[in-house]
């Protein structure tokens, strides 16, 4: 299985809704991250997991809130979120974080496309 | 961190032409870098990696990169392109953390 699967494909949500967004992989690896792509932009890193404990957050503001319940899987809780952050959010996947190895090869999930009301 | 510039924006090429999409970087040391490829309402996905060794890498779909060290430059290559590369290619450097250019559009008209 080298696949990492992230759920709901689309989520549409109002600025006071509470939703979550959920991210698995079955490869072994052990860092896992979350990325948000606007549209016709790159991807811009939010938040890092090595070994289940945060060790990056890009100064993501507070509405976002990642969670690893186990080195399988990510959450990202949103909570009182605004229109501009509708946005493609990505998980991704690898074996290791940070080194300069060919451990941080980073597989990527299909994303959940976020509309913000 | 690191940082990436792609120099161009919008490819627009026929079948069978050859491409070269140009990525820079900003500083030396230890890097490892990549190209990633995300088509048309799809997920983005790995292309082609180099950490060491060869500075000639090749990748999946015929793509191919030259990394030159003295240039920061990690090149990407494909001598005929078919309708089917059509899609939007990221340059990315991982030194702590994984960062992408810009990204560059390429249209491939049949």
């Known amino acids: 299985d080298t696949e990492v699967t992230q759920t709901p494909k689309h989520l549409v949500m109002g600025m006071t809704n509470k939703k979550s967004l959920k991210c698995e992989q079955h490869?072994?690896?052990?860092?896992m991250y979350w990325y948000k792509q606007k549209a016709k932009k790159p991807p811009e890193l939010m938040f890092v997991?090595?070994?289940?404990?945060?060790?990056i957050n890009e100064s993501v503001p507070s509405r976002f809130s990642p969670e690893c319940p186990n080195s399988s899987l990510l959450n990202l809780h949103l909570h009182a979120l605004q229109p501009e952050d509708s946005a493609l959010y990505l998980c991704?996947?690898?074996?290791?974080?940070?080194?300069?190895?060919?451990?941080?090869?980073?597989?990527f999930g299909a994303g959940s496309r976020l509309t913000v009301l | 961190a690191q940082s990436v510039s792609q120099h161009n924006h919008h490819v627009i090429l026929s079948e069978a032409a050859s491409l070269e999409l140009g990525c820079n970087y900003s500083?030396?040391?230890?890097?490892?870098l990549f190209w990633y490829v995300q088509y048309p309402g799809q997920h983005l996905q790995l292309l082609l990696k180099?950490?060491?060794?060869?500075?000639l890498v090749k990748g999946i779909k015929g793509f191919e990169a030259e990394f030159i060290k003295s240039k920061f430059s990690f090149n990407l290559r494909k001598p005929s392109v078919q309708w089917s590369d059509t899609a939007e290619y990221f340059c990315?450097?991982?030194?702590?953390?994984?960062?992408f250019g810009a990204g560059t559009t390429v249209t491939v008209r049949a």
């Open positions: 180099y950490f060491s060794g060869d500075p």
């Open positions: 990315a450097v991982n030194d702590y953390k994984l960062s």
């Open positions: 490869m072994g690896h052990r860092a």
């Open positions: 991704a996947s690898s074996q290791g974080a940070g080194e300069t190895t060919g451990a941080n090869v980073l597989t």
């Open positions: 500083y030396g040391g230890t890097v490892n």
């Open positions: 997991y090595s070994y289940e404990k945060l060790s």
